[in-house]
């Protein structure tokens, strides 16, 4: 614990550089329902919600809505349970403005998620301070640090990396034997074993499609009591969580006899997978990595419906972005750990995709995890 | 699919109804990471990752994530796949806006849980229409829409209860015996029961706490693979989903032999549980149940550190509230399906909460779960 009290405190500080930098004295993190940022699970170790504010002296208060869970978890200078102020935010944030000695007229940075009509009302109620909200602020400022895992983090993706390679070859071994059948018996499979392995959950719901359901990118349900791994493509996308950071990865699984069109699409994909890991070392772009996929998969006159790739670490999609957006200005750099997941679709051929965790090292990438097509 | 069409359509006309009334030509709702909400589903079928927009004369337009899943799952005029935008939000709601024939200068709703930095972006980039974003807007009416459930729905939630009642004397039975001794037992059962018997998949992460860790009000994890129903208070807080709608309730464990404290604890949740329940009716406002049970545990030197309950729907969380926030202004009527949830708390002596799920009717309410606190 003495450990994550000093790193939760040096990135505070590090936060606390950056507003003074700005001429911000205090920013608000806030991670609830309405919008999820585990950032505050960054900065302090409260596992969620509440929000969190940061001045320009690395001072952190924090207003969770479970008093006795934030007791046990949370490295901060004060605690606030939210319930005081009846869950009204304006007051809230009123009083740890006060309690911080926040100067009035000073300026108080929100969350770029706020929502339009709430940052409205937070304006008008906290009147005696200049309140800021806006894209490219503190907020982006911290998923730039957390794109850049540090020593703590990296050591918690070997163990990540380590459980869900585990659970790939256990995959593989059980599918092919019948010995797991149906998308229920993979995605519980992977529940159970993770969480019995020390995983904290599942990095996001689990989807096992199988044949039938394949083409669907993210299929709907993500999965259901039918077959998987019979004649066809299937899909299996996963992550396991460890200490709150989220491996990423989908198997895929042929069994064939495939159509020309299905083994064409196994081909492809398994060929845009090994561009795309050839391609990733510190400096380069990260859209020109997706743009070179992209251009692959146009040479034979498919195309991919969805991003190459992202960032993973507290959330599932974080930076850096491995997509074609024309705001995606991301340059690879040590420390990202970024998934490539080029994948192919057909409404009746069905879906084909195969996903890595690739952490980008000083000299070029270390493929993490091992999945694979999988051919039955 | 012919009477669901026909609800969506009909839904959709409300919409139109009301935006025409507020002189709104057209008004979007979305369903993205960055802010869900199953209105989109509710409003055209759509399961998630699209924007809708609805025109005065209830013309609608969906862009869409996955077009595949899209052309399976959406009842809309007009399909537009988000990637042939670049998956840029500006310029495909242009798009959507001179395919609808919106009017320049017309005004056009965004949804209440834009961002702030996003609206600013919309409000230039989309300078031809008037744009509006503020609470209490189509998003409130839609969700008030939703707070009554129709026939459809309430057929829907037969099923589910059924399921969940079903489970529920299943688990009581198991955890009784010995048959499910821990957290990732009991919670991977509900899993694996509820999409075997047809649920598209859990309402939220099922919460299973054992006594060493029921102190929580969302335990963190939700699930580990500790023991439950073990001497002291363990807490079971599950749903699950039939086409899009989830139950919500909570079963406590009370193995004994328990200390004068805990007993208190259980009695007093029973009894302000009861109290509920014959609170609710038609007419009464939902904040005067919250209040009469808190009044009721500061009787008694206890507070309950969250709300009493929320409607459920297509959402674990959504209208009516029945909560003691000042601007709650909610008043029961029939058709809508609200959760009673009684707990307290304790970072000793664990925690109990009793929750079931209510149907307000003409005449009074009817309960639709049986989830209890079972003595061990």
Redesign the interface.
């Known amino acids: 614990m003495t450990t994550m009290q000093s790193v939760y405190r040096s990135r505070r500080e590090r936060v606390a550089e950056f507003i003074k930098s700005k001429g911000i004295a205090a920013v608000r993190f806030e991670d609830f329902?309405?919008?999820r940022s585990p950032s505050v699970r960054y900065l302090c170790g409260h596992?969620?919600?509440a929000f969190l504010v940061i001045g320009a002296d690395a001072s952190s208060v924090l207003v969770p809505?479970?008093?006795?869970?934030a007791?046990k978890?949370a490295s901060v200078d004060k605690i606030l349970?939210y319930?005081s102020f009846?869950?009204?935010s304006e007051s809230a944030m009123r009083s740890v403005l006060e309690i911080m000695n926040v100067p009035k007229g000073a300026r108080v940075e929100?969350p770029?998620?706020?929502?339009?009509?709430?940052?409205?009302?937070h304006v008008a109620a906290l009147d005696d301070w200049d309140l800021v909200?806006?894209?490219g602020g503190t907020d982006t400022e911290v998923l730039a640090m957390r794109s850049v895992k540090d020593e703590v983090e990296l050591e918690i993706y070997e163990r990540a990396s380590g459980l869900t390679n585990s659970l790939i070859a256990q995959l593989e071994d059980l599918v092919t034997s019948g010995g797991l059948k149906t998308e229920?018996d993979v995605?519980?499979f992977i529940?159970?074993e993770a969480?019995?392995h020390g995983a904290?959950?599942t990095g996001f719901?689990t989807i096992a499609a199988g044949p039938g359901r394949s083409?669907?990118?993210?299929a709907?349900?993500?999965?259901?009591?039918g077959p998987i791994g019979t004649k066809g493509l299937s899909i299996l996308d996963f992550g396991i969580v460890i200490e709150g950071y989220t491996s990423d990865v989908t198997m895929s699984f042929a069994r064939g006899p495939l159509s020309p069109e299905q083994a064409t699409m196994v081909d492809l994909v398994q060929a845009a997978y090994e561009l795309g890991a050839s391609a990733c070392k510190p400096g380069v772009p990260a859209k020109d990595i997706a743009q070179a996929i992209d251009n692959f998969f146009a040479k034979s006159g498919f195309s991919m419906?969805?991003a190459l790739g992202h960032g993973i670490g507290l959330e599932a999609?974080e930076a850096p972005g491995v997509n074609?957006?024309?705001e995606n200005k991301a340059v690879l750099v040590p420390g990202n750990i970024i998934t490539l997941e080029p994948g192919l679709?057909h409404?009746e051929f069905g879906g084909v995709r195969l996903e890595n965790d690739v952490l980008i090292t000083e000299t070029g990438c270390r493929v993490l995890t091992n999945s694979k097509i999988v051919m039955l």
Chains 1, 2 share one sequence.
Do not use: V
């Not at 809505?65 to 869970?69: I, T």
């Not at 770029?112 to 009302?121: N, T």
């Open positions: 329902e309405e919008a596992p969620g919600d809505w479970d008093e006795n869970m007791n978890m349970p319930t009846g869950r009204r929100f770029e998620s706020m929502s339009y009509p709430s940052y409205i009302e909200c806006e894209k229920l995605a519980l529940e159970k969480r019995a904290e959950r719901e083409f669907g990118i993210h709907f349900p993500s999965y259901g009591n419906p969805h999609h074609l957006r024309q679709y409404p």
